[in-house]
């Protein structure tokens, strides 16, 4: 214990006059009667260390406060033409989208139109939207045309298999893109805005692009048979697929009934005789994002989708996968019951902890499982139906999917593992069916 410049230091705390003051105590200004206030002695040093480790504690929640600060900014893609009864598809490259090393906590899309409304889907049936990360060589872009829109770009794909033009995306969904939720949860994300090591170094700037497809079914004479994109409802003919090849690159036969090879850009669906077919309207894809600046608090995550119409076959142990994307269900195809079931085994080469999981899915869908090796219900998910006529309440329509938020460290899936996707449909005659299931992996918990 010592005296120094009018303060009284006392295990290694210097205590002031105007502490003691403060606190009502008398000020021990020498070793002399230092017995005789000890018992004040106690109170000041409990008060000091308290207000140290105050003072640590809101630095420290401010500093974890800061770099966690979750971002949130909506954006509205370049606007495209809608037409009855017309199928439209675009691709819009370098869309608006949150720059640097960040982590992405939640992507949200919606159909409005030109003046920001939403848009109701017994309108403007959004089939699908997919977002696409890619990589771009400037120099290169410059030479491309019209006709070569992804010369010089490089795209990088999710972690899952089947890696052609369809499953590739990052984010999508589509008529049950307004009440399916995509977000994670804290502090996992996924990471974007860093150069991958597979990526050539050439392609050194990050970008992001839209793929989307809408039918406009006003005045059409079947909005189910437009939606379900049936052959016999469009302006095509089973010859115009004798010289077409399919997704999985083989020659396409007569029995195609619907799907994405009916709705293409040039596509027509029927519409009620004498129904004004130039009725125009301008349409754009609203997307909300939240990120957060990554730092070491963020744990990534990893993304996979599992096709349900993955055909998957084996050369040794090497798993080769086959994703048809699509299918279909006639009055032959039935199952047990009054479902359609579709299911299929797709081995897992990679695991990790599931963190979340949901599904992108057509109408019809009763619900959607993923099993485990063992047969546990890894993620169950029901479908949410419309009930009135606003949007994002349409009647009949499948305007959500419910998700699973297992308990970080509850279920790994193991390397290799296979797992079990199931959807179970209404056993009516419908075509264009997609099922994916939507798999967030983590490799490492916090």
Not at 133 to 158: C, D, H, L, W
Not at 403 to 430: A, W
Request: aromatic fraction near 12%; hydrophobic fraction near 30%; charged fraction near 20%.
């Amino acid at each position: 214990m010592a005296r120094r410049r009018g303060n009284l230091t006392m295990f290694g705390l210097s205590i002031s006059p105007k502490l003691c003051a403060f606190l009502s105590l008398p000020f021990i200004g020498d070793a002399t009667g230092v017995m005789e206030n000890m018992k004040f002695i106690p109170e000041v040093l409990l008060l000091s260390l308290t207000i140290i480790l105050l003072q640590s504690s809101i630095i420290f929640a401010r500093q974890y406060e800061n770099s966690n600060h979750i971002k949130t900014a909506t954006f509205y893609s370049e606007q495209f033409v809608l037409e009855p009864g017309k199928v439209t598809i675009t691709d819009l490259f370098d869309i608006e989208f949150p720059r640097g090393h960040i982590g992405i906590k939640n992507f949200q899309a919606e159909l409005v139109d030109e003046h920001r409304n939403s848009l109701p889907l017994y309108e403007a049936y959004l089939h699908h939207y997919f977002v696409l990360r890619y990589f771009e060589n400037v120099t290169m872009s410059r030479q491309a045309n019209q006709s070569q829109p992804i010369y010089g770009k490089y795209f990088r794909r999710n972690d899952g298999v089947c890696q052609g033009s369809v499953n590739s995306y990052s984010w999508g969904l589509g008529v049950d893109a307004r009440k399916t939720s995509l977000e994670l949860p804290d502090p996992f994300r996924i990471e974007v805005g860093t150069h991958p090591e597979n990526v050539p170094k050439e392609y050194n700037e990050e970008k992001w692009l839209f793929d989307i497809m809408v039918i406009d079914t006003r005045g059409t004479e079947d909005k189910n048979g437009c939606i379900e994109c049936r052959c016999d409802h469009y302006n095509v003919k089973s010859e115009d697929f004798v010289s077409k090849t399919g997704i999985d690159g083989k020659p396409m036969s007569g029995d195609y009934k619907g799907g994405i090879f009916c709705c293409e850009k040039t596509s027509q669906c029927k519409l009620q005789k004498g129904y004004n077919n130039k009725q125009q309207r301008k349409a754009s894809l609203k997307y909300t994002v939240t990120w957060v600046d990554w730092d070491q608090y963020q744990v990534p995550i990893k993304f996979y989708i599992l096709d349900v119409t993955d055909q998957v076959t084996y050369n040794g142990s090497e798993s080769i996968h086959n994703c048809m994307v699509e299918y279909f269900i006639t009055p032959q195809n039935t199952d047990i019951g009054h479902y359609h079931i579709k299911k299929t085994k797709i081995p897992m080469k990679k695991g990790g902890n599931l963190i979340y999981s949901t599904v992108h899915v057509h109408p019809g869908i009763v619900n959607a499982t993923l099993y485990g090796e063992n047969g546990k219900v890894l993620c169950a998910v029901q479908p949410t139906y419309g009930t009135g006529e606003e949007p994002g309440n349409e009647k009949g329509y499948v305007v959500g999917m419910s998700g699973c938020y297992p308990k970080p460290g509850s279920i790994k899936i193991q390397d290799g593992e296979i797992l079990t996707v199931e959807f179970i449909h209404e056993n009516k005659y419908n075509t264009g069916l997609m099922g994916h299931f939507y798999v967030y992996l983590a490799e490492e918990l916090p």
